[in-house]
T-cell receptor, first 112, second 111 residues
Framework: DTGVSQDPRHKITKRGQNVTFRCDPI?????LYWYRQTLGQGPEFLTY????????KSRLLSDRFSAERPKGSFSTLEIQRTEQGDSAMYLC??????????FGQGTRLTVV | GESVGLHLPTLSVQEGDNSIINCAYS??????FIWYKQESGKGPQFIID?????DKRQGQRVTVLLNKTVKHLSLQIAATQPGDSAVYFC??????????FGAGTILRVKS
């Protein structure tokens, strides 16, 4: 399978714990996006990278969220001190600049 | 801004009929548009895209129409099948920047 891969698919964590998600994009894609989606809503932009450079981070994103793409390939999204409101599906997508973004299957986070 | 809305509009169609899903986009500077299909528990699936120098593009059983004057995008699905049942999102981007998603439409296909 050469699509976008996300790990884990599901994560249950206690409030206050830190979590980290991983995304492996399609290999030739230089752009990588992170989105968050809650039930009944469209994907909400969090941040995106071109190669290893983080080009934009949503102003809605608190300082508890951080993303990296150290070698311009895979990316990680870390949430520190999780809150119940962080419960959502976290989606990763990749693309070439100016072309369609292809999504992974997402990581479903539940904070209890 | 980013997508909003808890209550998605629903389109119900009979199997075999054509479906038309509409989207009003927000940014007059947007020059690239994509339609996605999302099934329950899965990530959005790319269906078809269109750039602002076109007003129509066709794929397999799908057609996207773009009206820049009124900032409107539509997705037409021919001979709708039960497997087309899903939530459909339009997304827009300006000048190679991030994709911004609309609120989505639920398509229900009745057999």
């Amino acid at each position: 399978d050469t699509g976008v891969s996300q790990d884990p698919r599901h994560k249950i964590t206690k409030r206050g714990q830190n979590v980290t998600f991983r995304c492996d994009p399609i290999s030739e894609h230089n752009r990588l996006y992170w989105y968050r989606q809650t039930l009944g809503q469209g994907p909400e932009f969090l941040t995106y990278f071109q190669n290893e450079a983080q080009l934009e981070k949503s102003r809605l994103l608190s300082d508890r969220f951080s993303a990296e793409r150290p070698k311009g390939s895979f990316s990680t999204l870390e949430i520190q001190r999780t809150e119940q409101g962080d419960s959502a599906m976290y989606l990763c997508a990749s693309s070439l600049r100016d072309s369609g973004a292809f999504f992974g299957q997402g990581t479903r986070l539940t904070v209890v | 801004g980013e997508s909003v809305g808890l209550h998605l509009p629903t389109l119900s169609v009979q199997e075999g009929d054509n479906s038309i899903i509409n989207c009003a986009y927000s940014n007059s500077a947007s020059d690239y548009f994509i339609w996605y299909k999302q099934e329950s528990g899965k990530g959005p699936q790319f269906i078809i895209d269109i750039r602002s120098n076109m007003d129509k593009r066709q794929g397999q059983r799908v057609t996207v129409l773009l009206n820049k004057t009124v900032k409107h995008l539509s997705l037409q699905i021919a001979a709708t099948q039960p497997g087309d049942s899903a939530v459909y999102f339009c997304a827009e981007a300006a000048d190679g920047n991030k994709l911004v998603f609309g609120a989505g439409t639920i398509l229900r296909v009745k057999s």
